[in-house]
């Protein structure tokens, strides 16, 4: 079963901060800061230099969920729609069936 991460940014770093603490040194010297504020809310966390490296490469794998690629024309970010927002064109495998499909439907005399 996964759980949806929570909407709060303080809380999500507390929860994150938690699921690593068992492998982290506790000895270890804090080797980075992070300030956390939401609206009125402030939130710092010192990190080691262990969890300093963990939530960088979490942040690095993230990707976004409207995230489909680059555009194979130019080379601009692709939507979930399969459109590319620079140039308008319809990418991807089920984009360029769609595409091939919409050009001939056009083309038949009717």
Excluded: K, N
């Excluded at 000895?27 to 963990?54: I, K, M, N, Q, Y």
């Amino acid at each position: 079963m996964t759980t949806q991460p929570p909407a709060d940014p303080i809380e999500a770093m507390e929860q994150f901060l938690a699921r690593i603490a068992p492998y982290d040194d506790p000895g270890a010297e804090p080797a980075a800061t992070v300030d956390v504020r939401v609206g009125r809310l402030h939130a710092s966390f010192r990190l080691t230099d262990r969890a300093a490296r963990a939530l960088t490469e979490a942040l690095g794998r993230w990707t976004d969920p409207d995230d489909a690629g680059r555009c194979g024309d130019c080379g601009g970010p692709v939507g979930r729609d399969l459109v590319c927002s620079a140039c308008g064109r319809l990418d991807g495998i089920f984009g360029a069936t769609v595409a091939h499909h919409a050009a001939r439907v056009a083309d038949r005399p009717d």
